[in-house]
């Protein structure tokens, strides 16, 4: 099983990822992940019938909501 770790950065920008990946990737559940994307937070396509994530967006995100996240418990 490939392990997916982008945490030091993304060797392959243009990777796709599954909801699944992404998720285990972001540490949410799959379904958070769709209820993201129909918020339209995160952007994704379609491969067939499988929803696929760019894998260098799906890092920014998390970056992005880490360091929300970051500042929210510093402003409290």
Known sequence: MNEITLEAGV????HDLTALEAARLLGVSKLHVIDLLEAG???YHMVGADLMFNAAEIASYK???EHRDSE?????
Do not use: F, M
């Not at 060797?11 to 243009?14: A, L």
């Not at 929210?72 to 409290?76: K, R, T």
């Open 11 to 14: 060797s392959s920008p243009d």
């Open 41 to 43: 937070e995160i952007d």
């Open 63 to 65: 970056s992005d909501r």
């Open 72 to 76: 929210s418990l510093v402003s409290a």
